[in-house]
């Protein structure tokens, strides 16, 4: 549990984060982990996301069964450092980004939504101005008839 992280959030919560759900995965305490997040895809649409982090699925080469089209890549790579060793250092940094992105989105989408939020509440706000403007012009014009019809009553009562 993290209590008030969006306030402020930051690249080392993420880190943070990421590292309590690796430590999680690797002692086993849980076999997959998901971030669930708030998609920030324009000021009125945010949709909720599930994307899975651990484990990390490899992704499917190009030119596989049901791509016709596309030519699959062949040849060996030399890397160096080796493998393992590679992913030992890119994967906490891949997933510090995975965590990361999630909490920008998260933040945008609720910008959005008090932005929304506001402009929707100025217009009621108008909106209720004028209606109340409205019926105090009434009231008002109302009372000056009524004082008029007074003043032109008195009047024909004199004349009479």
């Known amino acids: 549990q993290y209590n008030d992280i969006m306030g402020t959030f930051q690249m080392f919560n993420a880190r943070e984060i990421s590292q309590n759900l690796i430590e999680g995965f690797i ?80 933040g945008a989408s609720e910008h959005a939504a008090r932005m929304t939020a506001m402009d929707n509440a100025t217009n009621a706000c108008k909106d209720m101005i004028k209606q109340l403007t409205m019926l105090y012009n009434k009231a008002r014009q109302a009372a000056v008839t009524s004082k008029l019809m007074d003043i032109v009553g008195g009047a024909e009562a004199l004349k009479g």
């Open 27 to 106: 002692s086993g305490e849980s076999d997959q982990v998901d971030v669930v997040y708030g998609r920030f895809y324009s000021v009125a649409v945010q949709k909720p996301e599930r994307k899975e982090l651990l484990p990390i699925q490899p992704v499917v080469n190009a030119g596989q069964e049901g791509d016709p089209g596309k030519k699959e890549l062949k040849g060996s790579y030399t890397y160096e450092p080796d493998p393992d060793e590679i992913m030992e250092v890119l994967q906490p940094l891949y997933l510090n980004v995975q965590v990361y992105h999630a909490m920008l989105e998260v």
